[in-house]
């Protein structure tokens, strides 16, 4: 059973997030004194070459593979080739005109090619190379595991990226009308990636402090609501950090051996009601189509993700605690770190 905490404004309520609490026994604790905290901070310097190297990721990423004939194969190329792959005589991989990069985590049916660059640097249209690979113990599957992959084979064409020219007219297409707004742009966007882990950080010490400083026993033993609340938690925090890019569960019951995130399970949802502050369905949405972004999806499939699950109530919960946390390191005494 869970409680919600709608707008007090119950003329806009639609506006904001419905906060869903655990009901069930909580513990009884104090926060500590906050007033004197001191938060260090590091001002976020964005260097030259961040920005060339930004730039030469946008005209790749614009850019084109073209024919390469003058040459053989180099790390980065893409080769069209037909690849056989043989386990103990038997044929497991028979891909004709395969494309694939030339790079040492190419993978194949689920076959790792570790050792591919070595194997066909060099080659050119119309050779033939070989390569011997162990089957990984991941392998799905079981019979081929820790065996001899042995694979051929034979290059057709190779293709090397010709990246994007910087001039007026590829600019128009991504949306600037010079290379100066372009580089001003790219700037921008780098410090505010810089902010935002200095902003982690931030919340990271003060998150300690609380940790360090609150007095708290929390019930024993963890019942198996709790377990998912804080297996849930965790997956939320880990994919707004962009440490996942889906939801990953840890297995049942790993979470509560973490005597940190039990006790924040209860610390932040008590600072951010101290607060009573709210989180506006626009604030949401907006984080859901950051993390979209992030990942090159549509936010709808990222609200869906949440939604189905049922960790969207977790994720709101999860915004509603990083403002408190926000709100009190706004206020919190700032040094250089």
């Known amino acids: 059973m869970t409680m919600s905490l709608e707008s007090p404004d119950t003329s806009n309520a639609d506006s904001f997030v419905k906060i869903a609490f655990q009901n069930g026994p909580s513990p009884i604790f104090a926060l ?4 004197r905290i001191q938060i260090k901070k590091r001002k976020p310097i964005v260097a030259e070459a961040d920005v060339e190297k930004a730039l030469e990721n946008i005209r790749a990423h614009h850019g084109t593979f073209v024919k390469v004939d003058d040459r053989g194969a180099q790390k980065g190329d893409v080769v069209q080739a037909d690849v056989h792959g043989y386990i103990d005589d038997e044929e497991v991989i028979d891909q004709d005109d395969y494309q694939f990069a030339v790079a040492d985590d190419a993978m194949i049916q689920g076959f790792s090619f570790v050792g591919l660059v070595g194997t066909l640097e060099g080659a050119i249209r119309y050779t033939k190379r070989s390569l011997i690979v162990v089957v990984p113990q991941a392998h799905p599957d079981g019979r081929w595991r820790g065996k001899q992959l042995h694979l051929e084979f034979f290059v057709k064409e190779v293709r090397h990226l010709q990246p994007a020219e910087l001039n007026g007219e590829f600019l128009q297409t991504i949306g600037f009308s010079d290379l100066v707004e372009l580089k001003c742009s790219i700037q921008e966007e780098l410090e505010g990636e810089l902010a935002a882990i200095e902003q982690d950080a931030a919340r990271d010490q003060l998150m300690l402090f609380l940790l360090n400083n609150t007095a708290i026993c929390f019930p024993s033993p963890i019942n198996t609501r709790q377990m998912d609340h ?8 880990q ?5 996942t890019k889906g939801l990953n569960f840890e297995p049942a019951g790993e979470a509560s051996k973490s005597v940190r995130d039990i006790s924040l399970s209860y610390i932040l949802p008590k600072l951010a009601d101290t607060l009573g502050s709210l989180v506006p369905v626009e604030e949401r949405d907006a984080e859901i189509a950051k993390l979209a972004n992030q990942r090159g999806k549509q936010p709808e499939e990222i609200f869906e993700l949440l939604q189905a699950a049922d960790c969207l109530i977790h994720f709101e919960n999860h915004l509603r605690e990083l403002r408190a946390l926000d709100c009190f390191i706004a206020s919190a005494e700032v040094c250089a770190a």
């Open 32 to 35: 500590p004194d906050l007033s």
């Open 230 to 237: 804080l297996a849930k938690r965790k997956a939320v925090e």
């Open 239 to 243: 994919l707004r950090r962009g440490l």
